[in-house]
T-cell receptor, first 112, second 110 residues
Framework: DTEVTQTPKHLVMGMTNKKSLKCEQH?????MYWYKQKAKKPPELMFV???????INESVPSRFSPECPNSSLLNLHLHALQPEDSALYLCASSQVTGVGYTFGSGTRLTVV | QKEVEQNSGPLSVPEGAIASLNCTYSDRVSQSFFWYRQYSGKSPELIMSIYSNGDKEDGRFTAQLNKASQYVSLLIRDSQPSDSATYLCAVKTSYDKVIFGPGTSLSVIP
C-alpha cells in the first residue's frame, strides 16, 4: 500500500458547523502533515506530527485542531471556520521528517 | 527575501526540448531539496529528492544542487505534453520544516 487516503474528498460546511477531515496511511511512515493550498498558490504548512507527537504548529488558528490517534491516522477537526478558510487541505506522510512526502488527494473545503 | 523562490512562469517549450526549472533558497543550512509535480486539480507528487551537491538523474529528469550558490534546478529532457504541470521546489529548512516555492507552470507544446 503506497497511498495516503483522505476523506471526504469534498466538504461544504457552514460557519457554525463542526466537521473533521481524516487521513490514513499504511506505509509505516512516522511523520504526517497537514498543508493548506489556495488556488494557484503553493501548499502552506499547518502542522507536523512526528512519531504521533505534534512537533510543529505554524501558528494556525485554534479553529483548526489536529489529532493523531495512532501512527496511521491523522485528523483535522474544524470548528467555526471562516469563508477565507476555503481551500484544498492536503495530508502527507513520510518515513521520517525531512524526506520526500507522499500526498493524499486532498479535501476540497468550502465554508459558506 | 522569500525562503524559496522559483523562476516565474509560465514556461513553454516545444515537445522534445529540454525544460529547465530553477529554484533558489535563503536558508544556508538547508540540507534536503525536493521537486514535486502538480497537475491541475490534483495533489503534488514527488519526482526527485536531492541531498548532495552535483547532479542526480532519474530517467528524463535531472536535479542539480549547488549549496554554495543556494541553487537547485530540474532539467526535463525530451519534454512531453504529459509533462505539462506546475513544478514545485521544496526545501527542508533548519527548523525541520519543508517550505514550498511558488511553483513554475510548464507547458509542453506538441
Amino acid at each position: 500500500d503506497t497511498e495516503v487516503t483522505q476523506t471526504p474528498k469534498h466538504l461544504v460546511m457552514g460557519m457554525t458547523n463542526k466537521k473533521s477531515l481524516k487521513c490514513e496511511q499504511h506505509m509505516g511512515h512516522r511523520a504526517m502533515y497537514w498543508y493548506k493550498q489556495k488556488a494557484k498558490k503553493p501548499p502552506e504548512l499547518m502542522f507536523v506530527y512526528s512519531y504521533e507527537k505534534l512537533s510543529i504548529n505554524e501558528s494556525v488558528p485554534s479553529r483548526f485542531s489536529p489529532e493523531c490517534p495512532n501512527s496511521s491516522l491523522l485528523n483535522l477537526h474544524l470548528h467555526a471556520l471562516q469563508p477565507e478558510d476555503s481551500a484544498l487541505y492536503l495530508c502527507a506522510s513520510s518515513q521520517v521528517t525531512g524526506v520526500g512526502y507522499t500526498f493524499g488527494s486532498g479535501t476540497r473545503l468550502t465554508v459558506v | 527575501q522569500k525562503e524559496v523562490e522559483q523562476n516565474s512562469g509560465p514556461l513553454s517549450v516545444p515537445e522534445g526540448a529540454i525544460a529547465s526549472l530553477n529554484c533558489t533558497y535563503s536558508d544556508r543550512v538547508s540540507q534536503s531539496f525536493f521537486w514535486y509535480r502538480q497537475y491541475s486539480g490534483k495533489s503534488p507528487e514527488l519526482i526527485m529528492s536531492i541531498y548532495s551537491n552535483g547532479d542526480k538523474e532519474d530517467g528524463r529528469f535531472t536535479a542539480q544542487l549547488n549549496k554554495a550558490s543556494q541553487y537547485v534546478s530540474l532539467l526535463i529532457r525530451d519534454s512531453q505534453p504529459s509533462d505539462s504541470a506546475t513544478y514545485l521546489c521544496a526545501v527542508k529548512t533548519s527548523y525541520d520544516k519543508v517550505i514550498f516555492g511558488p511553483g513554475t507552470s510548464l507547458s509542453v507544446i506538441p
